[in-house]
Antibody
Framework: QVQLVQSGPEVKKPGASVRVSCKAS????????IAWVRQAPGQGLEWMGW????????NYARRFQGRVSMTTDSSTNTAYLELTSLQSDDTAVYYC??????????????????WGRGTLVTVSS | EIVLTQSPGTLSLSPGDRATLSCRAS???????LAWYQQRVGQAPRLLIY???RRATGIPDRFSGSGSGTDFTLTISRLEPEDFAVYYC??????????FGQGTKVEIK
C-alpha cells in the first residue's frame, strides 16, 4: 500500500532553516507529484507548493517564493521540503501528500490521495 | 487567485443527523477540480470527494458531493460518531496550484 513516511519533529531558532523529508513506498515514485501542505496550530490547511517527481518541475505558493525549495531523490524515493528564514509563525505541522489523479475522455482529475502523518516544526528562540 | 469560503464555520449536530456543508468560490471553478477532505483530530487529512461528486476509494456512500460553478456542497446523509471532524474543500488551479477553504468543523451537539 502507498505510504509516505515523514521525518521527525524539529525545533529551530528564528532565522534558521529546516529540511523535512518524505519517503514514499508502495508505488512508482516518479509517476506522481508530491505536494506540501502546512497547518499552524488550531488553523486550517495551507498549500505551500508542488514538485513533479518525474522531472523536478515545481510550483510554489506565492507567499513562500524565495524561501522555499522542494526537491526529490528518485534513488531513495524521497521528497524534501526546505524552508529558510524561519519565523515564529512558521510553527506548524508540515504534511507531504501524493498528487494523484487520472484523465478520462479528455477530463483530468487532480487531488491529494495519500498523506504523510506530518512533521511538527517549532520555531522558538 | 480563487478564494474558497466555507460555511458554516461550525455545525453542531447529533449522530444520525444530516450534515450539509457549503463551499463557495470567488470565481467559477471547474467541477473536475473541486475536492473535499476530512481531518479528524490529530490526524492527517483524508480525501473524501474529488471532481465535486466522485467518492474516493473506500469512502462510505453516506458522503456525497454536488455543485458547479461557484457553489459546492458536501452532504453526510447520516452522521456516524467517526464523522465528527473538520472538513475542507480544495480547488485545483493552473500552474498547477491548489487552495483550501478555511474548513467547517462538525461537532457533536
Amino acid at each position: 500500500q502507498v505510504q509516505l513516511v515523514q521525518s521527525g519533529p524539529e525545533v529551530k531558532k528564528p532565522g534558521a532553516s529546516v529540511r523535512v523529508s518524505c519517503k514514499a513506498s508502495g508505488y512508482t515514485f516518479t509517476n506522481f507529484g508530491i505536494a506540501w501542505v502546512r497547518q499552524a496550530p488550531g488553523q486550517g490547511l495551507e498549500w505551500m507548493g508542488w514538485i513533479s517527481a518525474h522531472n523536478g518541475d515545481t510550483n510554489y505558493a506565492r507567499r513562500f517564493q524565495g524561501r522555499v525549495s522542494m526537491t526529490t531523490d528518485s534513488s531513495t524515493n524521497t521528497a524534501y521540503l526546505e524552508l529558510t528564514s524561519l519565523q515564529s509563525d512558521d510553527t506548524a505541522v508540515y504534511y507531504c501528500a501524493r498528487r494523484g489523479g487520472y484523465c478520462i475522455s479528455g477530463v483530468c482529475y487532480r487531488y491529494f490521495d495519500n498523506w504523510g502523518r506530518g512533521t511538527l516544526v517549532t520555531v522558538s528562540s | 487567485e480563487i478564494v474558497l469560503t466555507q460555511s458554516p464555520g461550525t455545525l453542531s449536530l447529533s449522530p444520525g443527523d444530516r450534515a450539509t456543508l457549503s463551499c463557495r468560490a470567488s470565481h467559477i471553478v471547474s467541477s473536475t477540480h473541486l475536492a473535499w477532505y476530512q481531518q479528524r483530530v490529530g490526524q492527517a487529512p483524508r480525501l473524501l470527494i474529488y471532481g465535486a461528486s466522485r467518492r474516493a476509494t473506500g469512502i462510505p456512500d453516506r458522503f456525497s458531493g454536488s455543485g458547479s460553478g461557484t457553489d459546492f456542497t458536501l452532504t453526510i446523509s447520516r452522521l456516524e460518531p467517526e464523522d465528527f471532524a473538520v472538513y475542507y474543500c480544495q480547488q485545483y488551479g493552473n500552474s498547477p496550484s491548489w487552495a483550501f477553504g478555511q474548513g467547517t468543523k462538525v461537532e457533536i451537539k
